[in-house]
């Protein structure tokens, strides 16, 4: 079974540029996640959906930081623009309609660099 | 808010040392608890999990007990190894949906 695919692995970018990164959850799981991950610390959410619909985006910086995941399956992260502090691994993770406490599975994650 | 607590690293130990770190969380509710390890560039991989009080999860050697009482979460494994080098991170659910995690735990085994 294929597991979470984001793409690019990797992206560096000058500041005030845009960037985006995609996620294709596993095939089924209708829960996706975007998290983010600060060098030396632990991921946090920055949203979460069911389906199509975001249900939890309340660490999401709106003012710079979008996303969508359109049909219900593959999500776009978008931030536009870019700043030296989103400098970060995103990752991606899912989990299945099992309803609650099981465990979210993870993406190998894009690591952002803002120079 | 709900948060989770683990040991800071960096762990450094000898092959077949015993490991113990130590994970504590927010008593809210009573969540799911998880160690996933990050395998140097790596995506986060679930090592174990537990669901209730008293659970015991387990795999690839790695063991650690839902406590309640004292709401912990210790990562142990009796005899490691050079390819347990890793990030470790407890982790807990929030409201059954969000993923808490701790900062994580470095651990280098030397040969």
């Known amino acids: 079974e294929a597991g979470v695919v984001q793409s690019p692995r990797y992206k560096i970018i000058e500041k005030k540029q845009p960037v985006a990164f995609w996620c294709n959850p596993i095939?089924?799981?209708?829960?996706l996640y975007w998290y983010r991950q600060n060098l030396g610390q632990g991921p946090e959410l920055l949203i979460r959906?069911?389906?199509?619909?975001?249900?939890?985006d309340s660490q999401l910086p709106k003012d710079r930081f979008s996303a969508e995941r359109l049909k219900g399956v593959d999500s776009t992260l978008k931030i536009q623009p870019a700043e030296l502090g989103d400098s970060a691994v995103y990752l991606c993770?899912?989990?299945?309609?099992?309803?609650?406490?099981?465990?979210?599975?993870f993406g190998q994650g894009t690591r952002l660099t803002v120079v | 808010g709900d948060s989770v607590t683990q040991m800071e690293g960096p762990v450094t130990l000898s092959e077949e040392a015993f490991l113990t770190i130590n994970c504590t969380y927010t008593?809210?509710?009573?969540?799911?608890l998880f160690w996933y390890v990050q395998y140097p560039g790596e995506g986060l991989q679930l090592l174990l999990k537990?669901?209730?009080?008293?659970d015991k999860g387990s795999n690839k050697g790695f063991e650690a007990t839902y406590r309640k009482e004292t709401t912990s979460f210790h990562l142990e494994k009796g005899s490691v190894q050079v390819s347990d080098s890793a990030v470790y991170f407890c982790?807990?659910?929030?409201?059954?949906?969000?993923?808490?995690f701790g900062a994580g735990t470095r651990l280098f085994v030397k040969a």
């Open positions: 993770a899912s989990s299945p309609p099992t309803g609650m406490n099981t465990e979210a599975f």
């Open positions: 095939s089924g799981h209708n829960t």
């Open positions: 959906y069911e389906n199509e619909e975001a249900v939890d």
């Open positions: 008593a809210t509710g009573y969540p799911s």
């Open positions: 537990a669901t209730k009080a008293d």
């Open positions: 982790a807990r659910l929030s409201g059954g949906f969000k993923t808490i």
